[in-house]
């Protein structure tokens, strides 16, 4: 019942600012442009793509990560996880939509650095003919609802590092305020014109805004809700790996919209960005099986998933800017560095991530930030790597890794308090141990 | 008439159930059942973590007997499910009160 009233409360505030959108001039600036004559030229093959791409993104998150992250989790809690992945896809939709769009990708003005500005709040000047400057090829609802996809998925994946404890209502709040405080300006700071782009920090398709940002606020998250009741004595087996290789699989064909998709045009530079996706995420996913197989005497499902999904996130900022060769370094570099992130150092320092988001795409999205600095190729994406003479790029991706990790760590603790305050972050022993779906949901998988 | 209740290795259903028909007996129920005797559980490591499974899967056949036959099913099913290994198996034989045909209401011995 609290929580029907901050629901309420954010409908009304919605509600008052559309009508401050309003403009009584509206009617004549559509008439205007009719008569205008200079229309950005779209490119249909480039327009075509970024259709089918944007659809593969959305279909990363739904089904294909709530399956991935489903069929890791207990029975009695399988609904709850894909509910919070759909559930966040619903949200971010529609907080992008209301202002996290304009502050990722308008001009912020003095702000400009750090963060965009107000100017495309409830998409405000988004018409059948206007572009981005980021994208003049393509009509500018494309690429809105393209970044949109990138923009659920993000916080979607945090999911994973707190599931089997977080209540709903907090999940809510927790999406709608990470979005806005810490997605759309990191977002800003690598894409918008923000001062990581401005400094040279290579990111194709997103792995240090979205995987390594990811892969921390989970972290921390993970820490601040503590561990499930009953880690480390009570069995908490996969219910069904069936499931999460059904995701996973969904993730990599998804991945091509993603990767190849943040070319922004049907080009020659997507093509070798899919290519290497291929080769990394093949790369990865035998590194892990491979050391699992050494380490724990038998090849896993689990495992050679995992390693997919850790070689996915490596080659993500690699994607536009290596060739083959380095793209099968940096999956073998993931699907190693992953396997022991996710099972040695986990256990060796004591932390509940769930799921392993950390270990997978923190660690997957650092390795792959630092190695895109070592293997990027000028002739494919315009900028050197240290292979090539530039060892200086390695800083400047540390650079852009660190500042990711110190503000979504920060300001992912800072919400969590306040949610917290507002609503309690953790269910109680009682609903852990009978499952959340029968007590969150009022529903159960028979 | 008997109740033979055999528990044994998943695998070991088919040729039990071979064995049994060759005696002439015609039906029994099979369920999948969990459990654990001498052969105790396993471990399964995921992403590192290992679990203790206590349970092993089994497959469990019920089958009513006449008396003349209990020995000779008894036998069958020891020599059609016996690997050797921890883990074969046991098998439980108890009486039987009463026995009737659903269908035609014949009972007992002729039920079978």
């Known amino acids: 019942m609290k929580f029907a009233k901050y629901v309420l409360g954010a409908v009304a505030a919605l509600a008052v600012l559309t009508l401050f959108l309003i403009d009584p001039a509206l009617a004549q600036e559509a008439a205007a442009e009719v008569t205008e004559p200079a229309k950005p030229a779209f490119d249909t093959g480039d327009t075509a793509w970024m259709l089918t791409s944007t659809a593969l993104v959305l279909m990363m998150t739904i089904p294909g990560l709530a399956l991935f992250y489903g069929g890791m989790v207990r029975k009695k809690n399988i609904l709850t996880i894909v509910m919070q992945c759909f559930a966040t896809t619903c949200i971010i939709t529609v907080v992008w939509m209301v202002i996290g769009y304009s502050l990722a990708f308008t001009d912020g003005g003095g702000m400009q650095k750090y963060l965009g500005g107000m100017s495309q709040v409830m998409l405000k000047g988004m018409t059948l003919d206007s572009a981005h400057s980021l994208a003049g090829t393509i009509p500018e609802s494309v690429f809105m609802t393209f970044q949109m996809t990138f923009a659920i998925i993000t916080p979607a994946l945090i999911v994973g590092a707190f599931a089997d404890r977080m209540k709903f209502s907090a999940l809510v709040l927790f999406m709608i305020l990470w979005s806005i405080v810490v997605y759309a300006p990191i977002a800003h700071w690598v894409w918008g014109g923000g001062f990581l782009g401005g400094a040279g920090v290579l990111d194709y398709a997103g792995g240090t805004v979205l995987h390594i940002n990811a892969g921390i606020a989970g972290l921390v998250t993970a820490i601040y809700l503590g561990k499930r009741t009953g880690y480390g004595t009570e069995n908490m087996a996969p219910s069904n790996l069936v499931y999460s290789l059904t995701g996973a699989a969904l993730l990599w064909v998804g991945w091509f919209g993603f990767n190849a998709g943040s070319a922004v045009a049907a080009g020659t530079r997507a093509g070798m960005a899919m290519a290497v996706t291929q080769i990394a995420t093949a790369t990865a996913a035998l590194a892990w099986m491979l050391a699992e197989w050494l380490v724990h005497k038998k090849p896993s499902v689990l495992g050679i998933i995992s390693g997919a999904v850790a070689g996915l996130v490596a080659i993500t900022p690699a994607s536009g800017f290596v060739g083959p060769v380095g793209a099968l370094w940096i999956g073998a570099a993931a699907g190693v560095g992953c396997f022991f992130a996710a099972t040695t150092v986990k256990r060796a320092i004591g932390y509940d991530d769930s799921l392993d988001v950390f270990g997978v795409h923190c660690v997957g999205g650092i390795i792959g930030a630092i190695l895109t600095g070592v293997f990027a190729v000028e002739a494919i994406g315009g900028a050197k790597g240290a292979l090539e003479g530039n060892v200086g790029q390695i800083w400047t991706q540390i650079e852009g890794v660190a500042a990711t990790l110190i503000w979504s760590g920060l300001a992912t603790f800072v919400i969590l308090i306040v949610v917290n305050i507002i609503t309690g972050v953790r269910v109680s022993q009682a609903v852990e141990v009978e499952g959340l779906d029968i007590n969150l949901h009022g529903e159960v998988v028979p | ?112």
Request: proline share 4%; charged share 25%.
């Open chain 2, 1 to 112: 008439m008997k109740l033979v209740m055999a528990i044994i290795k998943p695998f070991k259903l088919d040729e039990v159930r071979q064995a049994l028909t060759e005696l002439g007996l015609q039906g029994m129920t099979v369920t999948e059942v969990k459990g654990y005797g001498r052969q105790k559980g396993h471990t399964e490591i995921y992403r590192g973590a290992e679990y203790a499974v206590n349970f092993l899967p089994k497959i469990k056949i019920e089958v009513v007997v006449p008396a003349k036959l209990v020995d000779k099913a008894v036998d069958a099913i020891v020599a059609a499910a016996k690997t050797g290994q921890i883990g074969d198996g046991k098998i439980f034989v108890v009486p039987v009160e009463q026995t009737v045909r659903i269908r035609t209401g014949e009972t007992n011995e002729s039920a079978l």
